[in-house]
């Protein structure tokens, strides 16, 4: 496991550094491979100890589609007439890999379901009021992107509120995870649709939070 972490690290290192240096194809190749090896981290600890285990799997497709989420949406730069098919599908991908976060939280929760739901609806609110206001503007996929922000609110409350119900490694080193990949869903917000002058400070702090998310969520399968 430490083999794949140490090699996600000194990936990731490599493609913020050549980010914006680096021909495109460089950079997809670097994302893609940076992106590969966290799902390698999961994928080792899920195959040597908990193969059988359903709160793995769910981690495990969690990480699978934020892996092809990261593709999807480094094929908008390969590919500039496919530009908002690649970035919608990318959503998507990202999406979907949320709902298996969701439900392998779910399967270690300690509070009444609809709480939940209902405390993910506020913190959605709240930051949707936050980018309005700090006129972030979503357009036309505006419905879309809130969507998204519900589930990533839902990760987050369920990582929340389950290590509050009951302390442990495992639902401390959830909570870390998640609060550092919906960190990096907010400062995207404000790359992709916001009006930041230092936008290069800004998509590298995206980056290293999202992959430290992931990598954390990753080895975290190691603590079950």
């Known amino acids: 496991m430490y083999f794949f972490v140490i090699c996600t690290i000194i990936s990731m290192f490599v493609y913020m550094y050549f980010y914006f240096k680096a021909p495109k194809v460089i950079v ?13 981290i999961g994928l080792f600890c899920f195959l040597k100890w908990y193969s059988d285990d359903v709160f793995a799997l769910y981690l495990l497709l969690g990480l699978a589609f934020g892996f092809l989420g990261d593709i999807s949406l480094g094929l908008r ?7 908002k098919m690649s ?15 969701s439900i392998s939280f779910f399967l270690i929760k300690g509070f009444n379901l609809y709480l939940y739901f209902v405390a993910s609806l506020f913190l959605s609110f709240f930051l949707i009021f936050i980018t309005y206001k700090t006129k972030v503007m979503f357009g036309k996929i505006r419905y879309f992107v809130y969507s998204y922000i519900y589930i990533s609110s839902l990760v987050l409350t369920f990582a929340f509120l389950n290590l ?15 609060f550092l990949f919906v960190l990096s869903d907010i400062l995207l917000c404000y790359v992709y649709f916001g009006k930041i002058n230092n936008l290069r400070y ?6 290293s939070t999202y992959y430290c998310g992931q990598i954390v969520i990753a080895s975290s399968i190691y603590l079950i």
């Open 77 to 83: 730069y390969l590919y500039p007439k496919l530009k």
């Open 87 to 101: 970035f919608l599908l990318g959503i998507l991908m990202f999406f979907v890999g949320h709902v298996f976060y």
């Open 164 to 178: 509050i119900d009951e302390y442990n490694n495992l639902k401390l080193s959830l909570l870390i995870g998640a």
């Open 28 to 40: 997809f190749a670097l994302k893609s491979l940076t992106s590969l090896f966290f799902v390698g």
């Open 202 to 207: 800004l998509k590298m702090v995206s980056i």
